[in-house]
């Protein structure tokens, strides 16, 4: 395939010597465009011309695959007498041609102000344009993508190197299922996804909808077969092109400052890069190490896992309850599958359109239903969307995404909250060891009996809470965190924390622990509170958070400050508690949270 590129006058400006002497703004058969020549769109906009890059001995009009010598002065860009537009050299030998029918027997070539170079076929309108063939720069207007019926497809290819403008291994195009994919290939390898589109973005982009959303659209023709993506925009100068190298770059013209800056590219970070983590896995480019598997899922090897090799990815920890056999259990109570909601993810590559599904229940129910659906997402754009196959490049973006449900076997989705209680419990009861342990210290020697009793009475009362909140049976304790609700607890609005603490002021700063600042504040009432405001690094979601306030609120104590409520608003998170103003700021001794894989913790605790 010849590929054209039409903005060549990206290539004069940045790259090309550019040796021409004289303008011309049309090609006719008694008008051939030499090399000491441009043609110029009407408006001056765009320009082509025969150039040469730097350190190479070859001249280009854009034809790629197929150079002429740098000496060869003689050759041209004419027609020829079947209408035809025909690239000749110096000894008239066509080196290519437009190959396409004319009716008329005057035909001439211009370039549009749009950087399309035309074949205009007397009043028959035109007959050829180089947008239909792109090179590797995608200007408005211009389409990538396919049709099915047809098999022609259009994709940007990367050139090989900066100096070397043959086809490289890089191209980027579009899929053609519901919904669309952007991806970029590397040969046949997949490099780059997108993500869904759902109808005004991709899901895998998430900033796109605040700088790159308007005037970029996928058409989608299931009649016609059809699936392309083209920019739309005509206020700015800009242009997409794949680069050598495989980044996908936007590019935007700055008129005051007179340069083409890079507004996007992608990928721009390993998490971008299709299934770093492998099948299963989970990339978070806050997290470190990026990659995690899904819950219920373990590194299919450790070794290579825990050595940053994640591209294998994970693989189920305990079967799907659906998967066995139910002939051995035919009589017993076959436990179902559950479905663990992952927020705000770039969903996997691979899924099913469901058609027929309305609604989120009847996609889950959809999903249920049937053994081989190990995963879906309702997005109201779209739609119901299942996953069959692996599920492979997923990310977990800070903001945006969608929710993914991932069938787990029951008990381990009962199971890994329950054990996520289990843990934190029994981390809190080592937090109040060493609190206690600390307290004994300090009260060693002013009385060195009658301590052991308020040890014991500290643990006990964490034993208790360890058996309280132990799930009797299956989803007990999740159904138990819905009900409950944060009941006593108050939600405070983001103005009211700022209003309290005098903005986050330096002199309202009580200290800083490991994962946020402790600051006092004041609120309306009068009320003086302790205020802590988690670090936003977690990647932690909200319900997590919730359940992580509850835990707390159960833990009660006369040596741990009481939580009043918090607050959850955009990145922010905030855990209000009680300000005891009887205890001077030197019994301020512990400001706690930590944090593990999903959870955080935030215990103050007074010294007596
Ligand atoms: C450009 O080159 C052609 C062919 O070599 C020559 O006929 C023509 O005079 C040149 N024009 C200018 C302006 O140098
Ligand atoms: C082609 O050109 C000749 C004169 O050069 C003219 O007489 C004839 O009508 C033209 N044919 C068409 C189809 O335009
Ligand atoms: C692209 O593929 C080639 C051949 O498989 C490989 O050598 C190269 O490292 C890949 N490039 C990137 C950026 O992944
Ligand atoms: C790369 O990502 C960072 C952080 O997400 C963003 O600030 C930056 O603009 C991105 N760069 C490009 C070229 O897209
Ligand atoms: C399930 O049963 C079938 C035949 O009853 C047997 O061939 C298969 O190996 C069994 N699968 C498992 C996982 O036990
Ligand atoms: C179950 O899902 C698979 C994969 O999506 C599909 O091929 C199959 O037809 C479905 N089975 C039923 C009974 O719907």
């Known amino acids: 395939m010849i590929s054209w590129c039409s903005c060549l006058v990206i290539f004069c400006l940045l790259q090309a010597s550019h ?38 001995e070859n001249q280009y009009i854009a034809i790629r695959e197929r150079p002429l010598a740098y000496t060869d002065q003689s050759a041209k860009l004419t027609i020829g007498s079947d209408g035809n537009l025909k690239l000749m050299d110096g000894q008239e030998n066509i080196v290519w041609s437009t190959n396409v029918y004319s009716r008329s027997n005057y035909t001439s070539a211009v370039l549009l102000d749009s950087g399309n170079f035309v074949l205009q076929d007397g009043n028959y309108g035109e007959i050829w344009g180089s947008f239909e063939d792109p090179t590797d720069t995608l200007l408005p207007t211009m389409e990538v993508g396919l049709n099915v019926r047809t098999g022609v497809k259009k994709s940007l290819i990367s050139w090989r190197s900066d100096s070397d403008p043959f086809p490289g291994s890089f191209s980027t195009g579009m899929t053609s299922g519901t919904p669309p994919h952007p991806f970029t290939w590397n ?105 995690r598997c899904i819950d219920g899922f373990v590194p299919k090897s450790n070794e290579e896992w825990n050595g940053g090799n994640w591209i294998r990815g994970c693989v189920r920890e305990m079967e799907l309850n659906c998967q066995k056999n139910t002939s051995t259990s035919i009589s017993t109570n076959v436990k179902k599958d559950a479905f663990w909601q992952m927020s705000q993810m770039k969903l996997p590559d691979s899924g099913d359109y469901v058609s027929d599904v309305e609604d989120e229940e009847g996609c889950e129910s959809w999903c249920r239903s049937n053994c081989s659906c190990l995963a879906y997402s309702y997005v109201s754009t779209i739609g119901c ?29 009962g199971g890994s909250r329950h054990r996520a209680v289990i843990i934190s419990l029994s981390t809190i009861a080592g937090i109040m060891f060493f609190a206690v342990f600390v307290f004994v210290l300090c009260k060693w020697r002013a009385n060195k009996t009658g301590n052991l009793s308020k040890i014991r009475r500290l643990l006990d009362s964490v034993d208790t809470l360890e058996k309280s909140t132990e799930p009797t049976q299956g989803n007990a304790w999740q159904e138990q965190l819905k009900q409950d609700d944060l009941p006593e607890l108050t939600l405070y609005s983001f103005d009211s924390i700022l209003l309290a603490t005098n903005k986050f002021s330096t002199t309202s700063k ?3 622990g490991g994962f946020g600042s402790v600051y006092k504040g004041k609120l309306k009432d009068g009320k003086e509170v302790g205020v802590k405001r988690l670090s936003s690094a977690s990647a932690q979601g909200v319900e997590e958070f ?17 939580l009043m409520g918090y607050c959850i608003e955009g990145e922010e998170k905030i855990l209000v508690y009680e300000y005891l103003s009887n ?7 512990f400001g706690w949270s930590f944090l593990s894989r999903y959870n955080y913790f935030s215990i103050i605790y007074f010294l007596p």
């Not at 299942?386 to 787990?408: H, N, Q, Y």
């Not at 919730?546 to 009481?562: A, D, F, M």
Request: aromatic share 14%.
């Open 385 to 413: 969307m299942v996953w069959s196959k692996d599920l492979i490049d997923l990310e977990e973006f800070p903001t945006a995404g969608e929710d993914l449900f991932v069938r787990v076997a029951h008990i381990k989705a």
């Open 510 to 512: 009580l200290g800083q």
């Open 187 to 291: 040969g046949s390898t997949p490099y780059w996804r997108g993500g869904q589109w759902d109808k005004s973005k991709f899901i895998g982009i998430p900033n796109m909808d605040q700088s790159y959303k308007t005037g970029f659209t996928v058409q989608q023709d299931p009649q016609q077969g059809t699936t392309y993506y083209s920019i739309n925009r005509y206020d700015i100068f800009l242009y997409m092109f794949i680069s050598p190298r495989g980044s996908l770059t936007i590019m935007r013209w700055d008129d005051g400052a007179k340069v083409w800056l890079m507004e996007w590219a992608a990928p721009n970070n390993t998490c971008e890069i299709y299934g770093t983590c492998g099948p299963f896995g989970v990339c978070n480019s806050l997290n470190s190490p990026i990659c």
């Open 546 to 562: 919730k359940n992580e306030i509850i835990l707390i609120s159960k833990l009660q104590h006369r040596n741990l400050v009481k």
């Open 583 to 589: 205890k001077s700021l030197d019994t301020f001794l």
């Open 19 to 56: 040796r021409a002497s004289g303008v011309a703004y049309n090609i006719t058969p008694s008008e051939p465009l030499f090399p000491n020549q441009t043609l110029v769109s009407s408006g001056n906009i765009f320009e082509l011309g025969f150039f040469t890059l730097s350190g190479s």
